[in-house]
T-cell receptor
């Protein structure tokens, strides 16, 4: 079991550029979550999917943020255009299913720096 | 869903001592989960306690849950330097939300 795989590990970009973060969930997991972590705001849930369908995107901060899950083994989080305040560590997590007793399995995150 | 809040924000102890971290939440829950985060890494699930359980053990970890006080505690016994990490509680149904965490430092 390779765990949740995120890429890139680090991303440095200039303000105004498009940023795409990628995630491969654990095989067989039906639910996928995107979180953002900063010192000021802690861990924020951005969006989550079940069976590739977005269920709740109320945590997405602005229209500049979008997420897709074209198939069960791949998801992207896109920021366009990026701004310095988007600098954070972005985590992807997956779980067997939605439900109250399914632990989350996290990737090691993408550290995004927008200058 | 609402998130749990951990207390204290930071805790520093000597190796071999016990570490206790607390979590409070505001609404009714189905379960409460504890996670650990090492520096530069993702969160790792430690233990889940259901709302009808009062105590649960896993190795050197002991979790208690008091639904009347809407609080939980995580006890790490005989701490080791490798336990140095941030610890988070999480509540929620489909959407797990996390508190700010307790930063534990175990000095060798």
């Amino acid at each position: 079991d390779a765990g949740v795989i995120q890429s890139p590990r680090h991303e440095v970009t200039e303000m105004g550029q498009e940023v795409t973060l990628r995630c491969k969930p654990i095989s067989g997991h039906n639910s996928l979550f995107w979180y953002r972590q900063t010192m000021m705001r802690g861990l924020e849930l951005l969006i989550y999917f079940n069976n590739n369908v977005p269920i709740d995107d109320s945590g997405m901060p602005e229209d500049r943020f979008s997420a897709k899950m074209p198939n069960a083994s791949f998801s992207t989080l896109k920021i366009q255009p990026s701004e310095p305040r988007d600098s954070a560590v972005y985590f992807c997590a997956s779980s067997l299913s939605l439900g109250v007793n399914s632990p989350l399995h996290f990737g090691n995150g993408t550290r995004l720096t927008v200058t | 869903s609402q998130q749990g809040e951990e207390d204290p924000q930071a805790l520093s102890i000597q190796e071999g001592e016990n570490a206790t971290m607390n979590c409070s939440y505001k609404t009714s829950i189905n379960n409460l989960q504890w996670y650990r985060q090492n520096s530069g890494r993702g969160l790792v699930h430690l233990i889940l306690i259901r709302s009808n359980e009062r105590e649960k053990h896993s190795g050197r970890l002991r979790v208690t849950l008091d639904t009347s006080k809407k609080s939980s505690s995580l006890l790490i016994t005989a701490s080791r330097a490798a336990d140095t990490a941030s610890y988070f509680c999480a509540t929620g149904g489909n959407d797990m939300r996390f508190g700010a965490g307790t930063r534990l430092t175990v000095k060798p």
